[in-house]
């Protein structure tokens, strides 16, 4: 490589760092992106002069069909299946590594090379390229609801998941062992083992956990091609690789502590599947719940001073976040303070509930992250749940017992006022009864979430 | 053994990046958690780049039509990322707006 195509790979990190440091604020923030795009096409044209396009027409057809594919896919995907468009992203991040390592097994099977540090990258970025790929795909069909969000448990899967990752282990040992020159089927078994393993370990995480387990997958994806940038001695992919797999492990590490649970517990806990959860204390069953006619709710926002809406993945599902800002606006007329908090895991994945706000209008400046909001609440004359359960709970606060125990919440129970927005009395994804459904302070609005929403606003607007 | 000298330099780049990207990240805040995850699918769209290295070492000579299918695969992958995410990430960007005018 000349010393030119180097120093220009090295603007093209430079462009990647300070785009990423750009996302700090959402003013800069797309400004950040754009430096970063330009980033990756300097970066392209160097390595195309560099390969003097070499087999261009192979290149040629993957940026019209990948163009194509990502674009078309970027513009026309709903902010609510975000996470289902990253889980692909990542999947096919995951599945290019896997295959460049294919690629390049077959130049070393046949006896070029014999490199130690080659071997070892190959086979590590096959089988994290392949975990990605197969675990991405599996997210992606929990989060279109192509299949159960349902934990999905047997027994003994442990056992079948350590098998098969001794399988892996033993044909990594061999094939280092060779310097890669093993059989091509058991490179082959290598890779479906791989692949069959990321399926088994996200079949038994549940739909609640998906942000820790995007986020994972992020991290996957980012080593998988740091790794691959040993394999084809790349500086720029191993800068690359580990900028994304820092930020999938920090984000997965803050969605960990957001459920205050170790991430071995989202990955080998099955969540959610439990059948009867222990009732919390006092719980008292169904009659002590009030339900307030929309009516009702309406008077009591109009006249409130500071209203605290609290989204969560019920608002995703109705696709009411353009309501949400209708009633929001409706009330600000009157004068109303109105805020958002918005608790990490809300959603399914993290900052979900932020990007379905803001397609929806709300300035980025009301939207509070749980640390800003849980000091408003107890000024708060309505604090209005549209959707979300498990993170209001206050068992996790005080109820030793509860599976959340621990977990921090938002204290929408410390408002005045606690109106929760609920299609029915079943319990939130984690299977635990909600103790604050039976507080004095709160009411019950059933219905759709969106449908109510529009009621709310009706209502307002009537008065 | 000059081998050995070129790994630790790769592997002290890639210590150095994993500390910068862990520095860069912690300072975005959570409202643009989502946007940072599709920046990222951009960026680890560097993978094309991979892919166009290996098909320019790969198709020197004739190349066989399975490596061919493998590289246009890889090629594709590569190509959803670095498109799909930086188009993606342009769009959720530009609805983060501030509260225009001087309402309260």
């Not at chain 1, 990190?13 to 950040?32: E, K």
């Not at chain 1, 957001?258 to 009867?276: C, I, Q, W």
Request: aromatic fraction near 6%; glycine fraction near 10%.
């Amino acid at each position: 490589m000349s010393v030119a195509l180097s120093l220009v790979n090295l603007v093209a990190v430079a462009l990647f760092i300070y785009g990423l440091h750009q996302l700090n604020s959402p003013p800069t923030a797309r400004a950040g992106n754009r430096l970063a795009m330009v980033g990756m096409a300097i970066a392209l044209v160097s390595t195309l002069l560099q390969t003097q396009g070499i087999g261009w027409w192979a290149i040629l057809v993957g940026v019209i069909l990948g163009g194509t594919i990502g674009i078309v896919a970027a513009l026309r995907v709903k902010m609510t299946a975000m996470p289902q468009m990253v889980a692909l992203y990542n999947g096919a991040g995951g599945g290019a590594a896997a295959l460049i390592s294919t690629l390049e097994f077959f130049v070393l099977a046949s006896g070029n090379g014999e490199n130690a540090v080659v071997s070892v990258s190959l086979v590590l970025s096959a089988i994290i390229g392949c975990l990605s790929f197969a675990g991405s795909i599996i997210a992606f069909l929990k989060l279109q609801e192509l299949m159960t969000g349902r934990p999905i448990t047997y027994p003994g899967q442990q056992v079948v998941n350590a098998v098969i990752l001794l399988a892996i282990l033993g044909l990594a040992g061999w094939f280092i062992a060779t310097l890669g020159t093993m059989p091509v089927l058991a490179f082959l078994g290598l890779l479906l083992c791989s692949l069959l393993l990321g399926i088994l370990f996200v079949l038994p995480i549940g739909g609640a956990d998906m942000p820790v387990v995007i986020s994972l997958l992020n991290s996957f994806t980012g080593l998988a091609v740091a790794v691959t940038g040993f394999e084809i001695n790349s500086p720029l992919l191993i800068i690359c690789g580990a900028l994304v797999g820092a930020s999938g492990t920090l984000l997965t590490v803050m969605m960990g502590k957001a459920m205050n649970r170790p991430l071995t517990n989202v990955l080998f806990g099955a969540f959610g599947s439990g059948g009867g959860s222990e009732p919390a204390a006092g719980s008292g069953g169904p009659q002590q719940i009030r339900s307030a006619s929309a009516d009702d709710v309406a008077i009591m926002l109009a006249y409130a001073s500071k209203v605290i809406f609290v989204p969560g993945y019920g608002m995703a599902v109705a696709q009411a976040q353009h309501s949400v800002k209708a009633l929001g606006d409706q009330l600000e007329k009157r004068g109303v303070k109105v805020l958002y908090a918005i608790h990490p895991v809300a959603g399914r994945m993290p900052g979900h509930m932020n990007v379905l706000l803001a397609e929806s209008n709300v300035p980025y400046e009301q939207l509070l992250d749980m640390d800003d909001a849980n000091p408003e609440f107890p000024t708060t004359d309505v604090a209005l749940v549209i959707g979300a359960n498990d993170v209001t709970n206050p068992a996790a606060r005080n109820v030793k017992s509860s599976p959340i125990y621990g977990m921090p919440i938002l204290d929408v129970d410390k408002a005045t006022n606690v109106i929760v927005l609920k299609r029915s009395m079943r319990s939130g994804f984690a299977g635990i009864d909600n103790p604050l459904y039976e507080m004095p302070n709160t009411s019950m609005l059933f219905g759709d979430a969106k449908a109510s929403v529009d009621a709310l606003t009706a209502a307002v607007k009537a008065l | 053994m000059n081998d050995i000298t070129h790994l630790i330099q790769l592997l002290t780049v890639l210590l150095l990046a994993v500390f910068v990207g862990f520095e860069v990240i912690s300072k975005v805040p959570t409202t643009l958690h989502t946007p940072l995850m599709s920046a990222t699918n951009a960026i680890h769209g560097i993978v094309f780049i991979g892919a166009i290295l290996v098909v320019g070492t790969l198709f020197v000579g004739p190349t066989s039509p399975l490596l061919a299918i493998i590289s246009v695969a890889a090629l594709t992958l590569g190509a959803i990322n670095v498109f799909g995410g930086f188009a993606v990430t342009e769009r959720m960007l530009q609805m983060f707006k501030k509260k225009e005018g001087p309402r309260l």
